[in-house]
């Protein structure tokens, strides 16, 4: 199927300082890509959809500048935490849909960034 | 407000056994829905998925049910296998297209007993 490769993997952060995760679509373009978050024994809750080209549309409640995305060409899009805090201490998805030969297109995820802010 | 909900946080099941996790819906404009399967520290990786103009849908050991009317669906795995044990995410979206956004359930830990 098709890959979505997410990096890192797992970051440790000082409270204040900004953290970037890259999330790339390896055998496919996206012109779109979701970015989910997941706190502990919670669901995944969609933060924003990223758009090539164009701004990132954001859910209720999920603060723009705090969390910057940017989707600068069909295989690439980042997700800036700035100013962490420990409260921003989260699992990170980032989905990208795409359609396998054979079958109706789906969301495909990386394998998602752990942050931890002290 | 969660608009897809698993009610039972974990599941126990014997191995060669059936598996069934439920999934309830809030949102009547659902019009297609997924089970996701998801290990520690990784994404989900997409299962099954049934259209609401279905009642069924099977792929191998894997089968979804889903009744409409009261807004509920199951995903059936038979017989059961170590391999499957991980945490079971149902989503539901509106339209069946992949860039249409999912609204997930809080997840099913299914574990499966040799």
């Known amino acids: 199927g098709a890959v979505v490769s997410q990096h890192p993997s797992w970051v440790i952060c000082k409270s204040g300082t900004s953290v970037k995760i890259e999330c790339r679509s390896l055998?496919?373009?996206?012109?779109?890509m979701f970015w989910y978050r997941q706190f502990p024994k919670q669901s995944l809750m969609l933060m924003a959809t990223s758009n090539e080209g164009s701004k990132a549309t954001y859910e209720q409640g999920v603060e723009k500048d705090k969390f910057l995305i940017n989707h600068a060409s069909l295989t690439l899009s980042t997700l800036t935490v700035t100013s962490a805090h420990p409260e921003d201490s989260s699992f990170y998805i980032c989905s990208a849909p795409a359609r396998e030969v054979g079958a109706n297109e789906k969301l495909f995820f990386g394998s998602g960034t752990q942050l931890s802010v002290l | 407000d969660q608009q897809v909900k698993q009610n039972s946080p974990s599941l126990s099941v014997q191995e060669g056994r059936i598996s069934i996790l439920n999934c309830d819906y809030t949102?009547?404009?659902?019009?297609?829905f997924l089970w996701y399967k998801k290990y520690p520290a990784e994404g989900p990786t997409f299962l099954i998925s049934?259209?609401?103009?279905?009642d069924k849908n099977e792929d191998g050991r894997f089968t979804v049910f889903l009744n409409k009317s009261a807004k509920h669906l199951s995903l059936h795995i038979v017989p059961s296998q170590p391999g499957d044990s991980a945490v079971y995410f149902c989503?539901?979206?509106?339209?069946?297209?992949?860039?249409?956004?999912?609204?997930f359930g809080t997840g099913t830990r299914l574990t499966i007993i040799p």
């Open positions: 049934i259209s609401s103009i279905k």
């Open positions: 989503a539901a979206s509106r339209f069946n297209f992949g860039n249409e956004k999912l609204t």
């Open positions: 055998d496919f373009q996206a012109t779109t």
């Open positions: 949102n009547s404009m659902f019009d297609y």
